[in-house]
Nanobody, 121 residues
Framework: QVQLVESGGGLVQAGGSLRLSCAAS????????MGWFRQAPGKEREFVAA????????VYAGSVKGRFTISRDNAKNTMYLQMNSLKPEDTAVYYC??????????????WGQGTQVTVSS
């Protein structure tokens, strides 16, 4: 199985940027799709973005489209989420996820522990 560790969260002012990383380890020799989710206090976890194995196919939630960019570097077993024009409503714990498939998906089998992103107004 694959293990996932997120990093890059923090406190940023509205309008600012952050880049999250998700490092994968374990059974990384098999191909896997990845995605980002987030959970704000008192709310359910929601989908943010997804990327297929090759990185050539991506999907975004409407609330982040045009502001966030998902990417991956398979040589480094790492996925990224570049977040620009951040808003207070982007405040949440961000989770990365993986599934052993080559196509883009929005349901996953493996999850990281999460990294906190706080956007101040």
């Amino acid at each position: 199985q694959v293990q996932l560790v997120e990093s890059g969260g923090g406190l940023v002012q509205a309008g600012g940027s952050l880049r999250l990383s998700c490092a994968a380890s374990g059974r990384t020799s098999s191909r896997y799709a990845m995605g980002w989710f987030r959970q704000a206090p008192g709310k359910e976890r929601e989908f943010v973005a997804a990327i297929n194995w090759s990185g050539g196919d991506t999907v975004y939630a409407g609330s982040v489209k045009g502001r966030f960019t998902i990417s991956r570097d398979n040589a480094k077993n790492t996925m990224y989420l570049q977040m620009n024009s951040l808003k207070p409503e982007d405040t949440a714990v961000y989770y990365c996820a993986a599934k052993y498939t080559v196509v883009v998906v929005i349901t996953y089998d493996y999850w990281g522990q999460g990294t906190q992103v706080t956007v101040s107004s």
